[in-house]
Each structure stands twice: as C-alpha cells, then as structure tokens.
C-alpha cells in the first residue's frame, strides 16, 4: 500500500495496522518525511506545542548485574576492578546533591545486583524517604521486581505492595528492550522473558502503580520486532491505561558485548531514530506522551524528533552512567539549555511532574 493511501487511512480516524506500521517504518526519502509531518500533526492535536521535561535525578546505586546484556556497557560483575555498590551515606549524599537542584522525582536506575532481595529494595526506599520525603520516586523495572520477589520467596504482587508502603510511587517500564522471546535471547538472555515482562508489569497497574513504557531500538531485532513490540505496549494500554508515556531508548553500541563480539556494527541511524519516534506516535493512540532520550540523542536529534511526533524531552537527570558507559556522551541539560532547542522550534518548554502535571 502507498504511504500515502496508509497515512490517509490514519486520518480518517482509524487504527494503524501493525502490517501498515512496518511499511511506513520502512518509508524513505520524502516518504519518509511524510511520515514525520503526519506524526508531527497528530502530536500537535493531542498535546498542542508544549514540550515538557521532568526536574528529576538520576542514581545509579549499584552497577553490578546478574544479567550483564549483550546491548549494555554498565553492567558489571561483582569482581570486576570498577564494580561499586553505593554506602547508605553515599546514597544520602546523591540525594541531599538532588534537593538541592530542586528536583521534583528521583530516578532508581541500577543494575540488578544479585545478591539484592526485596529487602534491600526496601531499606533504599526507606533512605530515598528519609532524606526526601516529598519527592516522587521513580524505580524499578519488571526484572528487578521479579528478582526481589524470587529472592524473597514472595510473589511480585506482595513486592509490590511492600514497596508501595515503602514509598515508591511509580514502576519503570525498563527491560522492555524489545518484547520479541527470539530477540531477547541474543541480547538479554538473562533477564525476564517478554510475557513475564507483560504480566508484572500488568500486575502492577492493577496495583495502581503507573509506569512508562519503553523501546530500546536499534540492535539486533528487524522492523517487524519493533511493530511487533509496539503491538504489545498498545494492548496493555487497551486494558490498563497504566502507561503515563512511551519512551525511545536508541541503542549504543560502541562499548557493548554486542559489539565486541562482532555482532552489530552501528546503532541506529538518524533516519531510524525520526522513523521510530514517528510510527510511535502514529501506532500509540492510546498514549498522550512520546518521549525521546535526550541523553541518548543529543539535543540535536532530539530537536529533530520533536518535530516527528514526540513532545517530551525526559528530564534533568543530572547524571547517566548507562549511556556513557555504553559509549554515549549523556547530554544531561539543564531547563535553560532545553528551552533554547525548544523555543527555535516555535514552541514552549513546560516543566511537568511524573504523571504530567504542568508545574508553573
Ligand atoms: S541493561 Fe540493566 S539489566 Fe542489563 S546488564 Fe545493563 S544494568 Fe544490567
């Protein structure tokens, strides 16, 4: 079918169709550009011309993993020379460093150390609570939830309800990477299979935890993987409605196993990267936030995709060890520097709360 007989198709109101998806990620040349314009409107129907950005801190408590993926340059092993778990005083420092930038969330985002159980989950939520005790705080992923309960000998609907008293106040949708069995098996062969995923991440919006959703593009898995991935996030929004957005997580390659193992060469291209966040947009209907990394991007890039369908620039951060690790530059910016990329596009930098809510 044509691209434009497809993007017509949209604009009548009706659903696109994962076999159409695959089609116009394959688009190219003008093609390919109307694609984005056709995001870049429906974008602009749901949301208007805001851009928003959370005020938020990432802290990376631990890099030692049992899963240590092919895609990921953090992960370490427990004797390796550079492997580190953060001291209670350590976390207490990075959190009193976070109060002090004013943020607003805080952003667990470690590896999953295997000798953690669910509670010393608990314990750094009761630090994350102590030092800030207003703060949203953003945590965990479906593996990680699965390795507390299996270490604990408690299911992750009791994980989540500890959890939930312990103060954590939304779930990551990381670990998603792509939900493809075949895929996973070549670049995270360790963590939770793609139902497994499915089901606790299911579990915990009907424990009224929301979460985000998440794609780490760009290695190994074909266009079809990443429609078929989609197809997935978009049926667990149909039933729970628990994703407050979807977020594009390009691979890095230079310093991952995939790579030094000759498997992959590059990441994505640029024109990946516009593609992907444009059929987010176009598949995603029943999402209001498509947000690109701007660590991961750049604020280049991500210019470029805010004007291909996404509307949120993630947030702060302050710091990202997985993407420099991974051989990446972290473009961790401060609001001023996001507006400037913001503001040449015609349009307004908002600041916003995890569940967006627009603060000022
Ligand atoms: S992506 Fe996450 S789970 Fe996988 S090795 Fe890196 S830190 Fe560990």
Known sequence: ??????????????????????????????DAHLVYAAADA??????????????????????????????CGFGRRANDEDAYIFTVDQIKEQLAAAEKRHVTEICLLSGVNPEFDLNDYLELLHTCREVLPGVHIHGFSPDEINWAATQSNVSPHDVFIAMQKAGLSSLQGTGAEILVDEVRSVICPSKVSSSK???????????????????????????????????????????????????????????????????????????????MTAVSRLFLDNFDHIQVSLPKLGPKMAQAALCAGADDLSGTMYQDAVTEDAGGVAWCMEPDEMEYIVNDLGRTLKERTTFYEIIG
């Open 197 to 275: 995923w499915e089901e606790i991440i299911r579990i915990a919006h009907e424990e009224g935890f929301r979460s985000s959703a998440t794609i780490m593009y760009g290695s190994v898995e074909s266009v079809r993987d990443r429609i078929t991935h989609l197809e997935v996030i978009r049926r667990i929004q149909d039933d729970t409605g628990g994703f407050t957005e979807m977020v594009l997580l390009p691979f890095i390659h230079e310093h991952t196993p995939l790579h030094k193992k000759g498997l992959i060469s590059f990441g994505p291209t640029a024109s990946e990267d516009l593609l």
């Open 42 to 71: 429906i974008r602009e129907e749901k949301v208007g011309d805001i851009v928003t950005f959370v005020r938020n801190n990432n802290i990376h408590i631990t890099n030692i993993c049992k899963n240590l993926c092919g895609f």
């Open 1 to 30: 079918m044509k691209i434009s007989t497809i993007l017509a198709d949209i604009h009548a109101g009706n659903r696109l169709q994962p076999e159409d998806a695959v089609h116009l990620m394959n688009a190219r040349g003008r």
